[in-house]
């Protein structure tokens, strides 16, 4: 019998999305973080649509921006925050913002 067959089957939805970006925290180094009160509204509520799995062109689409100016917003949050990926950024503007 081999091991496989003995562990059921993991998958991402099982988990709590808090759960998953501990995980993702423990394999990844954070650059230093900048301030939450150096974040733009704009850079927030961009982040709260990001994280939500929102599309870049829906939420220049729903804020009535350009793409351009929500991936630029998308840029300075990621750096802003001090994470190294998209998803991290949504990870730990969860963390702050609820």
């Known amino acids: 019998m081999s091991v496989y067959q003995a562990v059921p089957a993991v998958r991402i939805e099982d988990f709590a999305p808090e759960v998953v ?5 423990l394999g990844s180094h954070r650059r230093t973080a900048a301030a939450a009160s150096d974040l733009t509204n ?3 509520l961009i982040g ?3 994280a939500t799995g929102a599309k870049d062109a ?3 689409r ?3 921006l350009s793409l351009r100016t929500v991936r630029a917003e998308i840029s300075a949050l ?6 190294r990926s998209r998803f991290q950024a949504g990870c730990l503007l969860v963390r702050r913002f609820g």
């Open 21 to 25: 970006c501990e995980v993702y925290e």
């Open 42 to 44: 704009r850079q927030v």
């Open 48 to 50: 709260r649509l990001m």
């Open 58 to 60: 829906a939420i220049a």
């Open 62 to 64: 729903q804020l009535g």
């Open 78 to 83: 990621i750096a802003g925050l001090g994470a």
